[in-house]
């Protein structure tokens, strides 16, 4: 069975600082992981994966997470917040062998301080 | 290309009536999920069709079900409403394990 853990409902962070959103997974089978990024009243937008190949991996908007299996971690940086990142972000799991079910986290509300 | 279309966004039922809400998938993509989410449940996984048949069941009442037709838009249908079905309901596309997802729709039971 898989699952994931996201470590703080709330993050907030000061415009042009580090943004580390921490993900943790459990999963029986080597994993898919994604990161979600939610706006209010939207739905989610991709904002990268990881299935197999580099473990660092670049999404989009200056976002990046690095697979840690070790740790079983995922967790999501972007080096300088800006705005726009406020929003819900959402780590999910899904272990490609049993079609498109996505496992996900309960979220993270980032809140950018400008 | 155009996106992932949930019809309609927005939804008033009264407790006891059914619901079917719509979604049309990106082009040439055969699998559909659908997830409910609540303020105190999160994301949770209602089921998934590929290519018309349902190859994933979430833990949802049997007052849940969906189905998915030839061109690969599907349905989801929730009768005998309750409150507790208040909630943004998203539809996922997928293809190649890359899911995209509706604006969804938003369903209030009243």
């Known amino acids: 069975a898989q699952s994931v853990t996201q470590l703080g409902s709330h993050v907030s962070v000061s415009e042009g600082a580090l943004v580390l959103l921490r993900c943790n997974y459990s999963s029986s089978v080597p994993p898919y992981l994604f990161w979600y990024v939610q706006y209010p009243n939207q739905g989610l937008q991709l904002l990268l994966k990881?299935?197999?190949?580099?473990?660092l991996v670049k999404g989009i908007n200056g976002f990046e997470a690095e697979f840690k299996k070790s740790e079983t971690s995922f967790h999501l940086t972007k080096p300088s917040a800006h705005m726009s990142d406020a929003a819900e972000y959402f780590c999910?799991?899904?272990?490609?062998?049993?079609?498109?079910?996505?496992?996900f986290g309960t979220g993270t509300s980032l809140t950018v301080i400008p | 290309k155009a996106g992932v279309t949930q019809t309609p966004r927005y939804l008033i039922k009264t407790r006891g009536q059914q619901v079917t809400l719509s979604c049309s998938p990106i082009s040439g993509h055969r699998s559909v999920s659908w997830y409910q989410q609540t303020p105190g449940q999160g994301l949770q996984f209602l089921f998934e069709y590929f290519s018309e048949t349902q190859r994933n069941k979430g833990n949802f009442p049997g007052r849940f079900s969906g189905r998915q037709f030839s061109n690969s838009r599907s349905e989801m249908n929730v009768s005998t409403l309750e409150l507790g079905d208040s909630a943004l309901y998203l539809c996922a596309s997928s293809k190649n394990y890359e899911a995209f997802f509706g604006q969804g729709t938003r369903l209030t039971v009243v």
């Open positions: 990881y299935t197999t190949g580099a473990t």
């Open positions: 999910a799991v899904s272990d490609g062998n049993t079609g498109n079910q996505f496992y």
